[in-house]
Structures are given as structure tokens and as C-alpha cells.
């Protein structure tokens, strides 16, 4: 068997058993601490138009974070924690 249909397989059984209402697969929880966007953004070089647009949020949105009127949850921080270890991981990895 291949590795990829290993990996179906696998993922067609935790949907049965969930569909069974069986435990679920493991959750793997990450705890992330605060980010300090104004930061983040600053060592990217990028403006706060350029840097919003290139994580797919509204200007506004990144100015109530660096301001820390609002705070990013779920996938925004994961991705601010992504670019706060390599602030050029998104240009890279979409670049082409």
C-alpha cells in the first residue's frame, strides 16, 4: 500500500466512527500567545495595505490589531505566529 492510500483509509475510518458518533482522532491544541502584529508586520517590510492584503484581511481589520483594539483569533493567528518565525513564508510559499 502507498503512503497516500494509507492516509485515505485513515481518514475514512475517523469519518465512519464519527458518523457513528465513536470518539474522534487525536486534536492537537495549540496554545498561542498574543501577537504583536505591529511587529510581525514590521519585520515583513511590508506596508499595512501590502501586509493585509497578503493574509487576506481588510486594512481596517490589521490597524484594530496593531492598535489592539481587536485581537486575531483562530486561523489569523496561526498564520501571524507562521510569519512571526519567518516573515517571508507567505510570499514563498505563494509566490509563483
Known sequence: MT???KSIEQGLKEALSHARGEALGVVHE???PEPDVQAIRARTGLSQ???ARSIGVKKGTLLNWEQRRRSPDGPARVLLALISKDPQIVQRTLAG
Open 30 to 32: 495549540i496554545d498561542l
Open 3 to 5: 503512503d497516500a492510500f
Open 49 to 51: 495595505i501590502e501586509f
